[in-house]
C-alpha cells in the first residue's frame, strides 16, 4: 500500500524559509517519479515541482522557479521541497504524489500523479 507523508510545515513571515518532506513507503520508490502539488484556501491544486526518478531532471512552476528547489533522497525514501524567499501567495497545503508510471520524467501534469500524501499546511504571513 502505497504511503506518503508529508511534514515541515508551519507558520513563518515573508522571506523566511521551510523545508518540507515526504517520506514514501510501500512501493519502489527509487523507479518513481515524484512531486509537489500545492491547494490555497478556494483555489485549485496548483503545481509547484517535479523530479525524474533519478533525480536527473526537475520541473517547476513560473512562479516559485528560482526560490523552490525539489531533491530526493533514494536512499531514505524521502523527496524535499526546500522553500527559500517565501511569500504570501505561497500560502496553501503542501502535496507530495508519485506519478502513475515508473522511469517518469519531471512531469508537471497532475493527471500523471497516482497517489498522494495527507499534505502539510504552509502559512505565509506578510
Known amino acids: 500500500q502505497v504511503q506518503l507523508v508529508e511534514s515541515g510545515g508551519g507558520s513563518v513571515q515573508a522571506g523566511g524559509n521551510l523545508r518540507l518532506s515526504c517520506v514514501a513507503s510501500?512501493?519502489?520508490?527509487?523507479?518513481?517519479?515524484m512531486g509537489w502539488f500545492r491547494q490555497a484556501p478556494g483555489k485549485e491544486r496548483e503545481f509547484v515541482a517535479a523530479i525524474s526518478w533519478i533525480a536527473s531532471n526537475t520541473n517547476y512552476a513560473d512562479s516559485v522557479k528560482g526560490r523552490f528547489t525539489i531533491s530526493r533522497d533514494n536512499a531514505k525514501n524521502t523527496v524535499y521541497l526546500q522553500m527559500n524567499s517565501l511569500k504570501p501567495e505561497d500560502t496553501a497545503v503542501y502535496y507530495c504524489?508519485?506519478?502513475?508510471?515508473?522511469?517518469?520524467?519531471?512531469?508537471?501534469?497532475?493527471?500523471?500523479?497516482?497517489?498522494w500524501g495527507q499534505g502539510t499546511q504552509v502559512i505565509v504571513s506578510s
Open positions: 504524489a508519485t506519478t502513475k508510471w515508473k522511469y517518469a520524467t519531471a512531469t508537471m501534469e497532475s493527471a500523471d500523479f497516482s497517489s
Open positions: 510501500g512501493f519502489d520508490f527509487t523507479s518513481y517519479g
